[in-house]
T-cell receptor, first 113, second 114 residues
Framework: DAGVTQSPTHLIKTRGQQVTLRCSPKSGHDTVSWYQQALGQGPQFIFQYYEEEERQRGNFPDRFSGHQFPNYSSELNVNALWLGDSALYLC????????????FGSGTRLTVV | AQSVTQLGSHVSVSEGALVLLRCNYSSSVPPYLFWYVQYPNQGLQLLLKYTSAATLVKGINGFEAEFKKSETSFHLTKPSAHMSDAAEYFCAVTRSGGYQKVTFGTGTKLQVIP
């Protein structure tokens, strides 16, 4: 049973560029949440998708956007990258019907130079 | 709003000694509580969860945590530390129902000294 799959694992981008990160949830999960984890910090909630709609959003600017597809996979898009966007981006999947916590992917390490 | 506070950003224990990582929560409704572990350059792995059943929760790798409502605490313990326990540990809180985000603490880095 595959867990949460994220791609790519590492990425280097230049300031001002745009980036798209991808996530496939665990089998049986229908909800995807995205977190940003800066170095030495705890994960910070970006947003959550269920039924292809953004259901909740954390304190992140509109440069951060997302999408969920009918097969429950999800993308995180970040426009106009800043140096401060450098972080580990974690995707977590869960079941909407049973809120017993997330299953996390291994993350995408984004470096903005 | 819900939040968790982890006391001690770094904890060092000797191999074989008791591990105690502290977490206090704040929630206006009955919480669900979790402990996650993160090894370097990896995602988070669920150690254990409290979802309003038994207050003493047993998890993987010999860890356990006790939910104490009177103290608003959910401390993580392990009787005997192994070298492989060296990692960062995160306490997290959410609530029942759909569309509930999970809020994480700032983490405690555990060092195990041989």
């Amino acid at each position: 049973d595959a867990g949460v799959t994220q791609s790519p694992t590492h990425l280097i981008k230049t300031r001002g560029q745009q980036v798209t990160l991808r996530c496939s949830p665990k089998s049986g999960h229908d909800t995807v949440s995205w977190y940003q984890q800066a170095l030495g910090q705890g994960p910070q909630f970006i947003f959550q998708y269920y039924e292809e709609e953004e259901r909740q959003r954390g304190n992140f600017p509109d440069r951060f956007s997302g999408h969920q597809f009918p097969n429950y996979s999800s993308e995180l898009n970040v426009n106009a990258l800043w140096l401060g966007d450098s972080a580990l981006y974690l995707c977590a999947s869960s079941s909407h019907a049973v809120n017993y916590g997330y299953t996390f992917g291994s993350g995408t390490r984004l470096t903005v130079v | 709003a819900q939040s968790v506070t982890q006391l001690g950003s770094h904890v060092s224990v000797s191999e074989g000694a008791l591990v105690l990582l502290r977490c206090n929560y704040s929630s206006s409704v009955p919480p669900y509580l979790f402990w996650y572990v993160q090894y370097p350059n990896q995602g988070l792995q669920l150690l254990l969860k409290y979802t309003s059943a038994a207050t003493l929760v047993k998890g993987i790798n010999g860890f356990e945590a006790e939910f104490k409502k009177s103290e608003t605490s959910f401390h993580l313990t392990k009787p005997s530390a192994h070298m492989s326990d060296a990692a960062e540990y995160f306490c997290a809180v959410t609530r029942s129902g759909g569309y509930q985000k999970v809020t994480f603490g700032t983490g405690t880095k555990l060092q195990v000294i041989p």
